[in-house]
């Protein structure tokens, strides 16, 4: 668990790690009848933690909680804007003092109604130091953090004073500072309600949690799948158009695709890199291929003192220039992939914030590639090994890649290797236990289109995704600025400058911008990814 850290305009915290699975079901793709009670089977990976809200920082564990919870606001299927949903209205004068007030008519699927003391509750467990939630950063500017989850030394509160219930339908949010898009924030997952039943049988409601969204988890068995029902009282408008959703844990998301040309499975999120050149024969308009927040990058374990030393800026530098991305991206991804000139996507556009940060140091070029390396000091140990996780992603084709540029580039075959890892879930925990001695995979979904998402949950010192551990002063510094800024072209510029910042360290390398893939079977229709690569399992429809 880290300690207090910042994160003004973040919402989910996810490094992107897309989706495989493993056994088919039946012929018909194990939903059984078709329409309104019809069953959609999804490929699908167990996610790294049990499925609390402020725990969750993953995209797998993330799907689930945007099926069985509905928070005060929630992001656009299409645009990606926040809208309000649980949220009758979020008022402020002052841009630090908020007052919330719900919609009625909203329950959890146990028949409890969700209140205002349902989100604060829920709000105060999340940022308490002792409840050890992976998220609990998210709740950092609201006045009374630092007493909940103390940099160092014990708790001396257990509540939020910045947290107030005025009565059923209203609660008041007070800040330690000036935040005039909060309400932004606030369809993130870490912001959901929660029901009583979560305090008084933690461990039942985890076994089987218990959510305000259009499905209820039926049952789920690590390692084989997670069956999702439809939740006919949902009060909500984006009621589900399907009987439920089976999640079909896989190993392989070759396997995964196999069963969905075979007719075994209805939606694969993620088309294996091996089958790209295939997909568009093998499934003609249901195959989905659409631009996506998400960016690629190699991480640095800068807690790792062979990685952290002066000068080794220039290091990184030139490995960043031995990666041939437009050969990769054409070659392995079939253009499903677009070579990075900065460290967030081309979605946001220029106004917000994408520009061409990277410059030279993303640009192709094996002499200065080399010349940087030996500047820096040469790679510790003399071979570097990139981790990745062999069970989802088709990771180990372009980590293979990635090294041979490298390698080229440097006239040295021992240069680089790739260093698989079995699962998503032992990755994940390597990784946020700071136990990988290499470069690693990283990425990042946005959770909506601000520059912001893509810089601070991951570079600002002591962020909750930051798992290199990078720290830079001067980026901190710019991105508190950033935060406190109010115009928002202004903010962008000093993001941007930030940016720059990175740039300079090199403190992770940008590979490529990722699109949404997915293909589906023909037992279903109405598919389609949202803006930020995941599905919208609520609105598809069994034929």
């Not at 009565?167 to 369809?187: C, E, I, M, Y």
């Not at 601000?450 to 991951?458: A, D, H, S, V, W």
């Not at 911008?513 to 997915?518: C, D, I, L, V």
Request: charged share 20%; proline share 6%; net charge neutral.
């Amino acid at each position: 668990m880290r300690g207090a850290t910042h994160a003004k305009w973040a919402a989910l915290a996810t490094a992107v790690a897309l989706a495989a699975t493993a056994c088919g079901g039946g012929g018909d793709g194990g939903g059984g009848g078709g329409g309104a009670s019809g069953v959609v089977t999804s490929s699908w990976g167990d996610p790294q933690n049990p499925l609390e809200p402020a725990n969750t920082n993953e995209v797998q564990g993330g799907k689930v909680l945007d099926m069985i919870f509905r928070g005060l606001k929630r992001y656009n299927p299409k645009t990606g804007a926040a809208e309000n949903m649980v949220a009758d209205k979020i008022t402020t004068t002052d841009s630090a003092n908020f007052t919330v007030t719900l919609k009625d008519g909203w329950t959890f699927s146990n028949g409890e109604k969700v209140t205002a003391k349902s989100f604060v509750d829920a709000w105060n467990y999340g940022a308490g130091l002792k409840n050890n939630q992976k998220n609990a950063y998210f709740f950092s500017y609201i006045e009374g953090y630092d007493k909940v989850h103390p940099d160092k030394g014990s708790p001396t509160a257990t509540t939020l004073s910045g947290l107030k219930v005025v009565d059923d339908k209203t609660f008041t949010v007070k800040l330690t500072q000036k935040f005039s898009t909060f309400p932004d924030t606030l369809g993130y997952a870490a912001y959901s309600p929660l029901p009583q039943a979560f305090y008084d049988d933690h461990s039942g409601w985890l076994a089987k949690p218990i959510g305000n969204g259009p499905y209820t988890v039926d049952s789920y068995s690590r390692g084989s799948q997670m069956v999702l029902k439809k939740w006919d009282g949902y009060p909500g408008p984006d009621k589900a158009q399907n009987g439920g959703i089976t999640l079909k844990v896989y190993t392989d998301n070759n396997t995964a695709y196999t069963d969905l040309t075979a007719g075994n499975l209805d939606l694969v999120d993620d088309i294996p890199a091996s089958q790209l050149k295939n997909v568009s024969a093998d499934l003609g308009d249901r195959y989905i291929n659409t631009p996506a927040g998400i960016i690629q990058t190699l991480a640095f374990p800068f807690y790792d003192p062979a990685w952290n030393k002066p000068n080794q800026n220039k290091l990184r530098q030139g490995l960043s220039m031995a990666i041939d991305r437009k050969q990769i991206t054409e070659t392995i991804f079939n253009k499903t992939r677009t070579p990075a000139q900065d460290w967030t996507s081309p979605v946001l556009g220029e106004k917000g914030g994408f520009k061409d940060v990277c410059g030279d140091f993303c640009v192709y070029n094996p002499t200065e590639a080399k010349k940087l390396v030996a500047e820096g000091g040469g790679i510790p140990g003399g071979t570097m090994k990139i981790s990745y996780n062999a069970d989802t992603g088709s990771h180990k084709e372009w980590v293979d890649a990635v090294c041979n540029s490298i390698n080229r580039s440097l006239g040295n075959n021992k240069a680089c290797v790739g260093n698989p890892i079995g699962t998503f879930a032992d990755f994940r925990n390597q990784v946020t236990q700071s136990k990988l001695n290499g470069p690693f995979r990283a990425g990042w979904q946005m959770d909506y289109p601000l520059i912001q998402n893509f810089l601070q949950p991951l570079y600002y010192t002591g962020a909750s995704s930051n798992d290199g551990k990078y720290s830079n002063p001067q980026f901190d510094k710019l991105v508190n600025q950033a935060n406190a800024e109010t115009d928002i072209a202004k903010a962008v510029g000093l993001f941007q400058q930030a940016e720059g910042v990175l740039r300079d360290d090199m403190g992770a390398i940008p590979l490529w911008y990722q699109n949404g893939s997915a293909g589906y079977s023909d037992r279903v229709e109405n598919v389609a990814l949202n803006p930020f690569s995941v599905p919208v399992y609520n609105e598809i429809k069994v034929k």
